[in-house]
């Protein structure tokens, strides 16, 4: 019963902070200066010629109207159609969201398979000489970094000189599958050192912390193997730190991708919602903002569940605070 009250107020919060979302990213994109007249018909059109296209679109009605016809429609999966092209903004996003998937998914495993065992190997390591120092300016560097700098600066070295790598030239997995992965090695790269380095640092600190328990004592004076305690005792005392940064970096994720498909000249979501900000396209906007916090939403809800079966502790405290 419990664990059912937990979930439902989850859930309760879950919708509550969409549809903050969703009311925000309605009144931003308003009350951005130039609106979509003027962006479409140009600096000098007439102020008729602007009312007659703001009032062709319904961009005349009051926003409390306008949020609340679209919200309607986006609760059934609607979210209207681009005020540009005309095409359904779901059609839109399925035809690029396998490529914001794909940068996405393969960004998160690098920082999974990288950043995790770099991590513990550097905590083990922190008490030799050099070890420790080396690890911690690795991970300072690659968390100071901005994507964007890394990003401009990869693509102008691998644009000015042939290094077997081309920058653009993106082929659907579905076409041919080499292609397509030599032409997300040097976006998901890129995206991935943030990733790789907060995983990194956020792990070495977590196995730092196990490190000291008296159980890790009482298993090295039982013989175990220095393996053997990393894989059966350490990982899982440390896993809740990593699961919560992982969480952290799939919002990042969401946010660097926009930058790279910007960069790289992929043809994700992305780069479609900064497209759609420019020419003041809201039905995008909106529905793609909206989307991101879903993702976001839904796997802070996963990571929380699975942090909680991990460590028991943490999931009767939650259902405690839960509690009618």
Excluded: C
Aim: glycine residues 10%.
């Amino acid at each position: 019963m419990r664990l059912l009250t937990w979930w439902a107020r989850r859930l309760l919060t879950a919708a509550a902070t969409l549809l903050a979302v969703s009311a925000l990213i309605f009144a931003a994109t308003r009350f951005l200066p130039g609106g979509f007249a003027e962006v479409v018909l140009g600096p000098f059109a007439t102020p008729e010629e602007k009312a007659a296209v703001t009032a062709e679109y319904g961009l005349d009605r009051g926003i409390a109207v306008q949020y609340l016809l679209w919200l309607r429609n986006a609760v059934t999966g609607d979210f209207g159609a681009s005020l540009i092209t005309g095409a359904p903004v779901a059609e839109e996003f399925a035809l690029r969201m396998p490529v914001t998937a794909e940068l996405a998914a393969l960004s998160f495993a690098v920082a999974v398979l990288l950043g995790v065992p770099l991590g513990v190997a550097t905590a083990v390591r922190a008490g030799s000489r050099g070890g420790g120092a080396g690890g911690r300016v690795i991970g300072g560097l690659g968390v100071s970094l901005p994507e964007f700098v890394l990003g401009s600066l990869v693509v102008f070295v691998f644009s000015r000189y042939a290094l077997g790598l081309t920058v653009g030239g993106y082929v659907p997995f579905a076409e041919d599958p080499a292609r397509n992965l030599a032409s997300m090695v040097l976006p998901v790269a890129v995206l991935s050192v943030f990733t790789v380095a907060a995983t990194a640092r956020t792990t070495r600190d977590a196995v730092l912390n196990v490190l000291v328990e008296p159980f890790i004592t009482a298993a090295v004076a039982r013989g175990e193997t220095p393996a053997g305690i990393i894989a059966r005792h350490v990982l899982r005392n440390a896993a809740v730190p990593v699961l919560t940064v992982l969480t952290t970096i799939t919002a990042y994720l969401l946010g660097g991708a926009v930058i790279i498909e910007y960069l790289f000249d992929l043809p994700g979501v992305g780069s479609y919602v900064v497209q759609a900000v420019w020419r003041r396209d809201y039905a995008v906007v909106q529905a793609g903002v909206l989307m991101a916090a879903a993702v976001f939403v839904t796997v802070n809800m996963l990571m929380d569940s699975a942090a909680g079966l991990l460590d028991p502790r943490l999931g009767t405290a939650a259902r405690e605070r839960g509690r009618p």
